[in-house]
């Protein structure tokens, strides 16, 4: 059963912008909160940005100020508008639920940012 498909990501240049998108299972998305997730290779997993059911968002400091994490309910979909990209922002991104992560993560998204 899949739960999450993550898409959206690409190569870009420093500075610029990507918006990924994540379709969500309709149980997951009306249960849980829902967090954008990013990790490169030989590190953890680490939170990007979450949102609760009310719209309300919590951001990891290394992305505040440029990253927004939306939802569409209508659409059990999570957004994640990245903008002002910076190399360090390279990353597989990956959408689950937070705290908790359910234990079948999608294949997640790869976003590249390199000149």
């Known amino acids: 059963q899949v739960q999450f498909v993550e898409s959206g990501g690409g190569l870009v240049q420093p500075g610029g912008s990507l918006r990924l998108s994540c379709a969500i299972s309709r149980t997951i998305f009306s249960i849980y909160v829902l967090a954008w997730y990013r990790q490169t290779p030989g590190k953890q997993r680490e939170l990007v940005a979450y949102i609760n059911r009310g719209g309300n968002t919590i951001y990891a400091d290394s992305v505040k100020g440029r990253f927004t994490i939306s939802r569409d309910n209508a659409k059990n979909t999570v957004y994640l508008q990245m903008n002002s990209l910076k190399p360090e922002d390279t990353a597989v991104y990956y959408c689950?639920?937070?705290?908790?992560?359910?234990?079948?993560w999608g294949q997640g998204t790869q976003v590249t940012i390199s000149s």
């Open positions: 689950n639920s937070w705290p908790y992560p359910q234990n079948d």
